[in-house]
């Protein structure tokens, strides 16, 4: 279990409808990031956000919005779906590593989202 | 962009090693990562590396070269649930810890 709690854990809608997909990241930590893996891609990296404010931006389109509460729980929000949208939406926060020192980013269950 | 490249499938032996590739573009990097990911789960965490050299973790090695822009994943001794995507990430200056990934290597273990 890396802490990182997603939900729900599958979604099936149809095109156009909207969904919004939740994360809460571990204990204490201040960072969200989401990222996007499609079958024919990689993990794309979508939007970060740290302690409430947005502190980076990727290749999130229009029609997806994110925000971070004051809980630090993140709710990513994807509109007008399409067909193209169905992919694991992965949330991670940054956790130190113990070994290496390094900030590393501990991933989520995911979120599986089919649009029929 | 910030390519990063590494071969799309390998096939290897059980009880054998295996080196997947990546090479990533050195302009502002700043470290590299690996991760291991099953199928419809969740990426895990394998090695850092930020110091050109090889870091051993237990039967995982990976080495990296700042200046050829490369970093190779060393598996020894392999086992059926090596079976997975192994994915070749960097941070780059300016992107705080977001993570740049490569597309993943489907590493296929066979008896």
């Known amino acids: 279990d890396s802490g990182v709690t997603q939900t729900p854990k599958h979604l099936i809608t149809a095109t156009g409808q909207r969904v919004t997909l939740r994360c809460s990241p571990r204990?204490?930590?201040?960072?969200v990031y989401w990222y996007q893996q499609s079958l024919d891609q990689g993990l794309q990296f979508l939007i970060q956000?740290?302690?409430?404010?947005?502190?980076a931006k990727g290749n999130i389109l229009e029609r997806f919005s994110a925000q971070q509460f004051p809980d630090l729980h993140s709710e990513l929000n994807l509109s007008s779906l399409e067909l193209g949208d169905s992919a694991l939406y992965f949330c991670?926060?940054?956790?130190?590593?113990?070994?290496?020192?390094?900030?590393?980013?501990?991933f989520g269950a995911g979120s599986r989202l089919t649009v029929l | 962009g910030q390519n990063i490249d590494q071969p799309t499938e390998m096939t290897a032996t059980e009880g054998a090693i295996v080196q997947i590739n990546c090479t990533y573009q050195?302009?502002?990097?700043?470290?590299l990562f690996w991760y291991q990911q099953h199928a419809g789960e969740a990426p895990t965490f394998l090695s850092y590396?930020?110091?050109?050299g090889l870091e051993e973790k237990g039967r995982f090695s990976s080495f990296l070269s700042r200046s050829k822009g490369y970093s190779y994943l060393l598996l020894k001794e392999l086992q059926m649930k090596d079976s997975a995507s192994y994915l070749c990430a960097a941070t780059y200056t300016g992107g705080g810890n977001k993570l740049t990934f490569g597309t993943g290597t489907q590493l296929k273990v066979e008896l």
């Open positions: 956000y740290y302690n409430g404010e947005e502190r």
């Open positions: 204990s204490g930590d201040l960072s």
């Open positions: 590396n930020v110091l050109d």
């Open positions: 991670a926060s940054s956790v130190p590593d113990g070994y290496t020192g390094a900030n590393v980013l501990t």
């Open positions: 050195t302009s502002g990097f700043n470290g």
